[in-house]
């Protein structure tokens, strides 16, 4: 069935990447429309009968969508694919009949919950800002965690000239001279967690992505990965409205 829908987003739902990324590429010149190069983010596509190529290859919409969750470990990057031969997260997947990219990113150095799939409009969803989507962290801080150094994380810290937005925090435990701790937030900035303990005089030893959305990282293995249940992609889809 024909549809009409913005070239970026278009993109997306082919799965090839976020809305956001996808512009980049439109501005780079890296797509054509029926044989010509366009740049206009307001360029509209006909989705049947219209022709997209990124870089001279045919790109489609997959009618079926894949929703995977992967536990992912320390040393892979977040990303679909590595300019410098990098293990990425679409590798330990192992899925190479459709188009997969991840949503969101960890860090290389963070290992956790991250998930991935070809539906770019549940993709937008989950990434953009306005939808305060909570993730849930296990961060082992280095030294002993004091009850108002976590109140003042909670009510938020500066960052970048920004106070960071409320966030919810638990002692987990002590360990050793360090402690394991809880924090859920509704933001994504750069290395925020990292940051937000470094603000109080914590540096993070090691950081794990538990929770997004309401999904539980459970007890999947490091490196593994299984395909989520319609439960849980009804869960995701229901955080929408």
Do not use: W
């Not at 993109?11 to 054509?32: D, T």
């Not at 539980?216 to 319609?230: M, P, Q, T, V």
Request: overall charge positive; proline content about 1%.
């Amino acid at each position: 069935m024909s549809e009409k829908m913005r070239i970026n987003r278009y993109l997306s739902s082919c799965g090839v990447c976020s809305r956001r990324k996808a512009e980049n590429l439109i501005l780079l010149g890296e797509v054509s429309v029926n044989g010509k190069r366009v740049k206009d983010l307001a360029t509209v596509i006909d989705t049947e009968n219209d022709e997209v190529r990124l870089r001279g290859k045919v790109i489609k919409i997959e009618d079926t969508k894949v929703y995977y969750m992967l536990n992912k470990p320390s040393g892979v990057i977040s990303a679909a694919s590595s300019k410098y031969g990098e293990k990425t997260v679409v590798d330990l997947i192992g899925d190479k009949k459709y188009r997969l990219f991840p949503v969101g990113r960890l860090d290389k150095d963070t290992t956790g919950l991250i998930i991935l799939t070809n539906d770019g409009d549940l993709t937008n969803f989950l990434t953009h800002p306005s939808f305060e989507m909570e993730k849930s962290y296990e961060a082992l801080v280095k030294g002993h965690i004091t009850s108002s150094e976590l109140d003042k994380l909670k009510k938020g810290v500066m960052l970048d000239g920004k106070k960071t937005a409320r966030a919810k925090l638990r002692l987990i435990k002590k360990k050793g001279n360090n402690s394991l701790v809880e924090i859920t937030l509704t933001e994504g900035r750069k290395r925020q967690v990292k940051r937000m303990f470094e603000r109080v005089g914590h540096s993070v030893l090691t950081l794990k992505r538990t929770m997004e959305g309401g999904l539980n990282l459970g007890d999947l293995k490091e490196g593994e990965s299984r395909l989520l249940s319609k439960k849980e992609i009804k869960k995701l889809y229901e955080k929408r409205r």
